[in-house]
């Protein structure tokens, strides 16, 4: 005798909590992190997360520590922020879930880091001690450390540090006068090599192809040329008495030096101590212009496609942003985006630029083929900006 069948259906309960639990279990909605970027907010020690193609906030992580002079650098797959503060605090930040994934203080004094060709090794280059330390980029576990110990029982800040090819990377001593190549090819035994460089290098530009480093030289008219294909014949001087029978303005913020301030076959630098960008031609390394500017520069950044520079200015002129044509180099506007410019950073394609202003508390985002601004976003102090296609970039 067969038994009938019965259908058994769940309550409407049961189906409500069955859906609930699986809302719960759900992942957080995936996105990638080619677009992200975060904001330095220098006042409170935080990082602002941002979306670049919304152009908006997505959030804040705090905690980080003094940013005063902070520096961010990116792993490989873009998901997280190396974050290299002015106490020596490096952490690591995790742009997706929007947390603090591990924080180290390794030093007394730090002003900023790189990381290795491979993406294992974070290093961050150090005023107190002198010197620079590699750290494993997962856990951040101390690998390696070199002392900037130039003479006996003397230590140099160290400045200009960046990642090139062959996990090694390059920096400048600015007590010491030199540049050293550290390889740590074999990560826990780093071989370092040393070359005169001139009078106080106070920072450093790799060029894009990774072949060439230069540091602008304080103590003296010139820039330091180190040939990194060939490095044995030494360190080569360039535009050497760019001033020369001039007496310098007293400089009121150190002017910077990175590989966006390349366009094509010519570097835009800033001049120390004078109100002009020189040009470099980048084929022989000799001045091919100068350009007159509004005040004494600080960043001097090419836009991606190498057709603007936009330069921004120490005190008392770091309220303007100036815009400069590198077709014929002539000025196209002189912007206001706020009271003290520190920063600015093109978007990836560089269809628009976003520029913090400290003392207005605000980032302001400027269409770069109209120079009309297309947002404000509010940000408490803010500095440097940075964004996640550096993970991809020789020297950043």
Known sequence: MEHAKVAVFPSPWAVALTLLLAACASPPALRGTGDLGVVIERATGTVQIVDTSARQRLGSIPGLGDLSHAHTTF???????????????????????????????????????????DGRLVVAQNYEPGGIKAFDADTLELVASVPAEYAPGKFSKVVGLADVPGQRFVYALFDGGEIWITDFSDPKHP???????????????????????????????????LDLWQP???????????????????????????????????????????????????????????????GQPVFVMARPDGRQVWVNFAFPDNGFV?????????????????????HLEFTPRGEAVWVSARDDNRVTIYDTATLQPLQVLPAEAPSGIFFTPRAGRIGF
């Open 191 to 225: 071989k370092t090599t040393r070359y005169p460089a001139g009078l106080q290098p106070y920072d450093g530009l790799v060029t894009p192809d990774g072949r060439y480093y230069l540091a602008g030289l304080f103590g003296e008219d010139g820039i330091a040329l």
């Open 232 to 294: 044995e014949k030494g360190v080569r001087k360039i535009l050497s008495g760019y001033g020369r029978g001039e007496e310098k303005l007293p400089v009121f913020k150190m002017p910077h030096l990175r590989g966006w301030a390349l366009a094509g076959d010519y570097a835009y630098l800033p001049a120390v101590g004078r109100h002009e960008v020189l040009v470099v031609d980048t084929r022989t390394w000799q001045e091919a212009g100068r350009i007159a500017v509004k």
């Open 75 to 117: 792993s490989r797959d873009g998901r997280y922020a190396y974050v290299f503060g002015r106490d020596g605090g490096l952490t690591k930040v995790d742009l997706l879930t929007r947390t603090i994934a591990k924080r180290v203080i390794q030093a007394g004094n730090s002003i900023g880091g790189s990381i290795s060709q």
């Open 322 to 342: 100036q815009v400069i044509d590198t077709l014929d180099r002539h000025l196209l506007a002189t912007l206001e985006p706020g009271r003290a410019v520190l």
